[in-house]
């Protein structure tokens, strides 16, 4: 798979963004929170950026093996972080409704 060169660098620097956000959203969660619950969202965003950022590089690089193990990765944290939110969506009914 042959890529221009404007379309690897381009992104590049999408993973590039991708991760200096990723790393500096999950450290000011983790450093607001005193909770496992707020180490844990921040870890798997953490985990979510890098795989990202695996994800765009390899693409950028035209290797599709590693797009693939990226995918493999990526596909498992996202299902961890939605059932996440929606347990917490759930609770917040739950609590709502007690009161």
Do not use: E
């Not at 690089?61 to 059932?83: H, T, Y």
């Amino acid at each position: 798979m042959q890529i221009p060169l404007w379309g690897t660098l381009a992104l590049l620097a999408l993973a590039a963004l991708q991760l200096a956000g990723s790393l500096h959203s999950s450290w000011t969660k983790a450093v607001s929170g005193v909770g496992g619950a707020d180490r844990t969202d921040a870890r798997l965003d953490l985990a979510d950026g890098i795989a990202g950022t695996v994800l765009l590089t390899a693409l950028a690089f035209g290797q599709i093996i590693v797009v693939l193990c990226a995918l493999a990765v990526l596909g498992p944290i996202l299902a961890a972080q939605l059932l996440r939110r929606l347990l917490g969506r759930r609770a917040k009914a739950a609590g709502r409704a007690a009161d």
